[in-house]
């Protein structure tokens, strides 16, 4: 259900504080007694840097020694210029007063001027606030036209920059909102120009919110995110400060970033708590609340349903202490979407109705058509298909009056299950294709991949897409048409991975076309200082006051680093120009993946409903699997039997596969093309079982790959296949058995929980040496020529990045990996820890992105690198994603800790058939199988942790040569033999990646 997350007049805050400083040009000054001189430069010092606080504390002491009647002037007019900086209008007009007759009886002229233009423009600039409180607009921009002038005249920027300000505001009044944009541009040009970081966000949050009006999400963003960077300073204004964590908390919730969003309100929260009288003080909370509701409503956690209805409550109490009813429209509001989420639907209906009688006596349009189609829910549920329908109706009509496709689509797409609900299908299919345009249309106005991703997986609105697919399904399930299949094919493609395929395309720009170089070289510094502060990480002496400092800096510079990366993208017009692949259409794919020996199974998982697609040479067949809640503990079922050695009981997997597979299976096929859903992406399909046999894994019969989506695998098979690709060559760069230094000399069982804390939300590893990943290393190399191998102490970070990595066929890492699930951006390969300033070792998923590859795969010999955070409808964003956006065809990853001496002996065994000629899939299929008839490591804990996504269907090598069965079998027995003496080894523990 829709809630509010904008407040009165407007989605932000404007901001009215006075501010004023003085230009460069200054009346001259007598000289005066070093003491004073000293107290000056030190103000004067303070105030270039920002600091007007302690710029004022040296000139109230400097006023305190001035003798003269100069050095008493000197400083009333600089405590004026620094109050002007405060915004503190009074206490700077008294001072200009002071400083005015102290000049006259000094007989300065200079100075007896430039206090009263100061007065004047002080006095001409509340005449005209006046007027425009009292609705006299063309009166007030006139009076500030006069101001204006007279700043120019004086050269006094600070009050230039308060006018424009002011005289903009007014043009948002007379909806004049590219005139408001112009004012605001120019005072924030100014603002930056004389490093006032008080005017500096004030303007960024107006600029915000320009573009907020005009629908530009990608730039209210950026300039939301530059004023909260800014207010990372606790010595500027509460209030200032709490207007930017406040606005980029808003903005966060409506492209459901609601983590962040949490984040920055109770930034905000912190800085209004005291002040519970200030109406904003109930709408943080309420937003707070808001932020806990989505998350709680998409992650199933009652506790953070919990905690909105906490904060709902206190915002409603605050709310009502202060009679502000816009704001306890929104509250009721929101009250009654919760209640309803929790089905306690009278409850529901008791505030939603409250909500509505009081916006529609304040006529409150912009939040009506949210609350009728909240209310129009609750109908339906009770069975009033009639009333229901009203209000579907009323909101609909209220938001296309109101121009609010933001609350559009969801009365679309309610509106269209009521149809369902009541059998009229054809105009159910109609209101879902509407919401589903608004969704693509609000979509594709942002820029950023994780935004879109974040925004199409939230909300709700992926169940646009869900219910047409499965109305297309349902309601011809005896007589389904193959176009009515054709279209909920089209459907699932589009609701999967667009993220991912968008960033395939996006990532030939930035090949392309480079980027304003200041803003690369401020991303190379960026990415340097985070570097620095991860070497300081690490070591094992900091004290928890020194690691938490540090933690909080990593955590800024990622701020500052998503900033500037969203300022080169808007930047570059390249990417306005950018057209994004198109989506793959069921007849192009059955023609370009579909032949007599390959599959291809789809799933969309749903909560009420689950559909699995099946592809092959005879058409689409389309089956129904379990909803999401079942299918859910199916899989985490069995994937706790395949992971424990001790268990031997895998029917799960037989059941999994009468499921899932089964029903779409023909005879002849030999491969299969997995393109996963929900849980399903966390599912090893190798270890499903064929039949009731032990151990007929599916592995056995078919080789297996994996792909986001179908339409995302035809863009990476023609990145591939490109015609203007420069083949590599060179065959392999592998990197292993990095060094680890002290810590895996002296500090072996200090894990990474200890050293980063919170920062890693999957990792808790340990340093240990990973002295097998040596032995994959060398083996690899044996049997691939045109290698490069990097080494302990040379396998750094550095050299990684320095290398020519597109000239090479294959990148191979063996190390340790660390994965954050819920900033995957921090996920990386762990390589020497040298304390090399400029390179801390850890080669992060957000330096991958920058990487130039050409590889036709990547091999990540580490623990966990097939996790991330999942995101709906996009799948898991991790590691592999990065190297993909980097250039590579496939990747090798793996769904669980590893063991180090296992790993070596797979990697070998797979590099074996890969340079036979095998595909990337039948290479893996070859050692998998192998792995099973050893025996030895047999249990699927050991060979199914390996999954290849990507192209699988690729032969990196050419066989000139046909292998002798005896080094085969020589091969073979070597792996069996030293697997067995491995696993019966006395060991104080095992050591994993």
Known sequence: MKNF????????????????????????????????????????????????????????????????????????????????????????????????????????????????????????????????????????????????????????????????????????????????????????????????????????????????????????????????????????????????????????????????????????????????????????????????????????????????????????????????????????????????????????????????????????????????????????????????????????????????????????????????????????????????????????????????????????????????????????????????????????????????????????ISEQAPADIKLINQEKEIMSDMSKLYTKLIRPELSEEERNNILKEVKNLEDKLDNVRRQIRSQNPNYAKLTYPEIITYDQANREFVDSKTAVFTFIVGKDSAYAFALTKKGLKVYSIPAQSELRKKVINHRKAISDTDNHDFQSGQELYRLLLEPGMIEGIKNLIIIPDDILNLLPFETLLVTHQPVDWLIRHYTVYYAPSLSSLRELARHQNRKNRSKPKQNLFAVGDPYYGELEEKYPELSTKAIFQDLYTLADLKFYRLKYSHEEIK??????????????????????????????????????????????????????????????????????????????LVVLSACQTGLGQFIRGEGIKGLSRAFFFAGASSVLMSLWTINDQVSSQFMERFYFHLKSGKTTAEALRKVKLEMIDSGVVSHPYYWATFILSGDGSSRVFRSSYHTPLLAIASTLIGLIVSSFFYLRRKSNHRIHR
């Open 5 to 508: 997350t904008n407040f009165p007049c407007s989605l932000f805050i404007i901001f009215l504080i006075p501010l004023f400083l003085f230009s460069q040009t200054r009346p001259t000054l007598n000289k005066t007694p070093s003491s004073f001189i000293q107290l000056l430069n030190e103000s004067q010092k303070f105030q270039i840097e920002g600091l007007y606080e302690q710029a004022l504390e040296s000139l109230n002491r400097s006023l305190k020694l001035a003798r003269t009647l100069d050095n008493k002037k000197t400083a009333t007019l600089k405590l004026a210029d620094v109050y002007a900086n405060l915004g503190k209008l009074s206490e700077a007009q008294e001072y200009y007063i002071q400083c005015l007759e102290l000049a006259r009886l000094s007989g300065d002229e200079q100075t007896t001027n430039f206090c009263q233009k100061s007065l004047e423009i002080i006095n001409t600039y509340n005449t005209a606030k006046k007027l425009k409180q009292i609705g006299q607009y063309e009166k007030a921009l006139e009076e500030f036209k006069i101001t204006l002038i007279v700043c120019d005249e004086i050269k006094n920027d600070i009050l230039k920059i308060k006018s424009l300000r002011q005289q903009g505001l007014i043009y948002l009044d007379l909806n004049k909102v590219q005139q408001y944009f112009e004012c605001i541009l120019k005072a924030n040009k100014i603002a930056n120009s004389i490093n006032n970081p008080i005017e500096e966000i004030i303007t960024l949050n107006n600029l915000g919110h320009y573009y907020s009006l005009i629908d530009n999400l990608n730039l209210a963003i950026e300039n939301f995110n530059n004023a909260v960077l800014l207010s990372a300073r606790t010595d500027l204004p509460s209030d200032v400060r709490f207007d930017a964590y406040y606005n980029a908390g808003v903005v966060n919730i409506n492209i459901g970033n609601y983590d962040k969003a949490i984040e920055y309100f109770k930034e905000a929260l912190g800085l209004i708590e005291r002040d519970k009288s200030n109406p904003y003080y109930s709408a943080t909370l309420s937003n707070l609340a808001t932020s806990y509701k989505k998350i709680g409503i998409d992650k199933g956690n009652k506790d953070d349903l919990d905690k909105a209805f906490d904060y709902f409550n206190q915002a409603l109490s605050a709310a009502e202490a202060t009679g502000n009813q816009q704001f306890q429209v929104a509250i009721f509001n929101n009250i009654g979407s919760l209640k309803a989420h929790l089905d306690e639907n009278l409850d529901s209906l008791y505030y939603l109705n409250k909500a509505r009688a009081l916006a529609e006596q304040l006529k409150l349009n912009s939040y009506l058509a949210s609350i009728y189609t909240n209310i129009g829910i609750i109908y339906a549920r009770l069975g009033d298909y009639q009333n229901s329908s009203l209000y579907y109706d009323k909101a609909i009509n209220l938001a296309l009056s109101e121009n609010e496709n933001r609350t559009l689509w969801e009365s679309y797409l309610e509106k269209g299950n009521l149809l369902r609900k009541q059998g009229k299908i054809s105009e159910s299919r109609f209101y879902y294709l509407n919401s589903i345009n608004i969704i693509e249309s609000l979509r594709s106005k942002l820029s950023m991949e994780e935004d879109k991703a974040s925004f199409l997986g939230t909300d709700k609105r992926l169940d646009a897409y869900h219910n047409l697919i499965d109305l297309l399904i349902a309601t011809n399930n005896n007589h389904l048409s193959q176009a009515s299949l054709n279209e909920a094919f089209g459907f699932i493609e589009r609701a999967k991975a667009r993220s991912f395929l968008d960033s395939i395309e996006s990532s030939k």
């Open 779 to 856: 083996r690899i190399s044996n049997l691939i020529p045109k290698a490069t191998i990097l080494e302990r102490e040379k396998a750094t970070e550095d050299l990684v990045k320095s290398a020519n990595l597109s000239d090479y066929k294959i990148i191979h890492f063996a190390a340790h990996g660390l994965i954050d699930d819920q900033k995957p951006a921090r996920s990386a390969i762990v390589l020497t820890l040298d304390n090399d300033p400029a390179e801390d070792g850890f080669l992060q998923m957000r330096e991958i992105l920058n990487l130039k590859l050409n590889a036709d």
